[in-house]
């Protein structure tokens, strides 16, 4: 769509430098933060000393398999023995700028500490994720994400506008007021959950108001589901005059947008140069084929706050290393986030990735935003039932027709039956972020948990 010559690339001397340089950089700053979490961090030397490792072992990429993993129940553990900060923190109290923390959905937040270089270094990494975009001066960039407590809506909201574009800090919530700033500030792109996005889709649709948007860019990240065809042909419809929709994502732990699509829109370009990533198969822990799906591994060679090495993130997905028109030489995530690596569920004995259900979800016009997927196994079998929510009223013939399409995609891509169910729209419980759509009953879950979760999310 949009050809390099016209497309701004923030820091081409990095960006589309050849596969062997970069792997030559990575090598460099890998062997410069594994000397530099020895010497500052006592949980990296217990780790390295558990296996017999010196810091000197590791000398390139090649040598990134000898380090150990880290989980995320490790940096708790070390904060809890040693707090506030835990000892694998490798930043002095003065040097430590900014702590932010994780949602702690899960359990005690983690804090995350960062100096005041890696502020900065997050900064350029952001602005250089908008520019892939296409995010710049000429945009009134609406930042529609959290900014108390965690990292991303603040540190996105210092890239956006390292790059030029004015900021407007919109924050996550109150929606009258997101729809007033988007019409009369004239917003040209934003940022929010994709399940915010359809929301959002759907009230200005409602109200009759798509061609009072001024938007040119619209940025997504934070759940599984953008990334895919069938997400953006439907948030295409929703928003018909957007020229870009980029799935962009990371791990907050690690950093904010690790990788970003540029506007070919063929996949999030990853920061190898500062993220080192790895794809392993989640039985062996050995590398996957190239290509193939496996557990991304993240080891950040920047970062020098709390920097992760072998941070196993538990999601999975899949990289390509192919040629981007952009001219980009950064691999590629092309089909983002593919689901958790401890939520894929198995049905009958098949795989079904979330990401594939709500593809499904998204490639019929008549379906609303919001869905249900429960599983149950009130026999022998599982049954899956998707419950879904009618975009308005339909004939009962077009209703009959639609059930048989729906069920012919299921069975196609699942090679099962699914019970469907229609809803009136409103039916469903709508969550602005970290949805709950999947029950899962065979493990003791209800309805009544995502109706719990998105009243909680209301509050907050
Ligand atoms: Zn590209």
Known sequence: MTTSTTA??????????????????QGRRLREQVAYVHERSPFYRRKFAAIGLEPGDV?????????????????RRSQDETPPFGDHVCATREEIAWLPSTSGTTGTPLLLPRTAA???????????????VGIGPDDIYQNILTYNW?????????????????????????????????KYMGTTAFHAT???????????????????????????????????????????????????????GGVTDVGTMIWAECREMCGGHLAEDSVICEILDTETGEPVAPGEVG????????????????????????????????????????????????????????????????????????????????IDKPGDLDVMTLRLER????SAEAERDLLRRIDDRVKMNFGSRAEIELLDPGTLPTFVYKAKRIIDKRKG????????????????
């Open 59 to 75: 000398q390139g990429v090649d040598d990134l398999r000898k380090l150990p993993f880290i989980s995320k129940d490790e940096l």
């Open 295 to 374: 557990e991304l591994v993240f080891t950040d060679v920047v970062t020098k706050g709390a920097p992760l090495l072998r941070y196993k993130v538990n999601d999975l997905t899949r990289v390509d290393e192919a040629h981007c028109d952009c001219g980009r030489t950064l691999a590629r995530i092309p089909d983002g986030i593919l689901g958790r690596a401890d939520d894929m569920i198995t049905v009958r004995a098949a795989n079904v990735y979330p990401s594939a259900i709500d593809e499904i979800v998204k490639s019929f016009a008549e379906i609303r935003g919001e869905y249900q997927v429960i």
């Open 445 to 460: 879950e209800s309805e009544q948990d995502a109706v719990d979760k998105a009243a909680e999310q209301q509050r907050g």
């Open 8 to 25: 701004r690339i923030w820091k081409p001397e990095i960006e589309t430098m050849s596969r062997e340089e970069l792997r030559e950089l």
């Open 118 to 132: 890696d502020i900065e270094t997050w900064t350029e990494l952001n602005a250089r994720a908008f520019t892939a």
């Open 391 to 394: 975009a308005g009223d339909l």
């Open 194 to 248: 994709p399940s915010y996005l359809i929301h959002l889709g759907n009230r200005f649709a409602e109200a009759g108001e798509t061609d009072q948007l001024k938007v040119r860019s619209i940025v997504a990240g934070g759940e599984v589901g953008m990334a895919g065809a069938e997400a953006k042909a439907r948030l295409r419809r929703l928003f018909p005059r957007v020229e870009t929709l980029a799935d962009v």
């Open 150 to 182: 965690i990292y991303g809506g603040m540190a996105l909201h210092l890239g956006a506008q390292r790059t030029g574009a004015v900021v407007v800090n919109a924050g996550m919530g109150n929606t009258e007021k997101q729809i007033w700033a988007l």
